[in-house]
T-cell receptor
Framework: KQEVTQIPAALSVPEGENLVLNCSFT??????LQWFRQDPGKGLTSLLL?????REQTSGRLNASLDKSSGRSTLYIAASQPGDSATYLC???????????FGTGTRLQVFP | DTAVSQTPKYLVTQMGNDKSIKCEQN?????MYWYKQDSKKFLKIMFS???????INETVPNRFSPKSPDKAHLNLHINSLELGDSAVYFC????????????FGPGTRLLVL
């Protein structure tokens, strides 16, 4: 059974800091891993999708890494800004299905 | 030009009522999904449809019935609403394989009184 956990559950940092969000999954047989952002009262926005054959994926100030063998992914946010404040979710599809298993989320607050 | 849209955005109703939530995507995707986000913010899949056919049906009470009139629409009908149905319901779509990104709608906030 695939279980996805995220650490820390909440994070509060001053503007400008570089930070790392962690995601762990128990079953390494995954096709890909996806990072989402959810703003309060809003839907999810896809940030990055890393295929199982990739080690890294970058988009602007965001960099996501994937280590399948150890069941881990990290989302690195460079030079954080107050606009980055949101909940960040990682998700993996259950093997051979379209069913996304979501992590527990990290609630990030970046203060000026 | 919203990619995945849901209506209504908010829904407040009495226990025992029947209600529907609509979802439409204009991305030309083959697969659509319904997710439920509970009060603890945990997201869990409910249903998945591919080309109007049911693919995933999680352990969801049969009071919940998805309906896909065409590839671009996936509606969720809920009978005999219960207090525990209060949650945010998200619709999503993808091109249809596990390799593809899922795009989410803004959510429908359902409150059952």
């Amino acid at each position: 059974k695939q279980e996805v956990t995220q650490i820390p559950a909440a994070l509060s940092v001053p503007e400008g800091e570089n930070l790392v969000l962690n995601c762990s999954f128990t079953d390494s047989a995954i096709y890909n891993l996806q990072w989402f952002r959810q703003d309060p009262g809003k839907g999810l926005t896809s940030l990055l999708l890393i295929q199982s054959s990739q080690r890294e994926q970058t988009s602007g100030r965001l960099n996501a890494s994937l280590d399948k063998s150890s069941g881990r992914s990290t989302l690195y946010i460079a030079a954080s800004q107050p606009g980055d404040s949101a909940t960040y979710l990682c998700a993996v599809p259950l093997y051979n299905t379209d069913k996304l298993i979501f992590g527990t989320g990290t609630r990030l607050q970046v203060f000026p | 030009d919203t990619a995945v849209s849901q209506t209504p955005k908010y829904l407040v109703t009495q226990m025992g009522n029947d209600k529907s939530i609509k979802c439409e995507q204009n991305l030309g995707h083959d697969t659509m999904y319904w997710y439920k986000q509970d009060s603890k913010k945990f997201l869990k899949i409910m249903f998945s449809y591919n080309n109007k056919e049911l693919i995933i049906n999680e352990t969801v009470p049969n009071r919940f019935s998805p309906k896909s009139p065409d590839k671009a629409h996936l509606n969720l009908h809920i009978n005999s609403l219960e207090l525990g149905d209060s949650a945010v319901y998200f619709c999503a779509s993808s091109r249809g394989t596990t390799q593809e990104t899922q795009y989410f709608g803004p959510g429908t906030r359902l409150l059952v009184l």
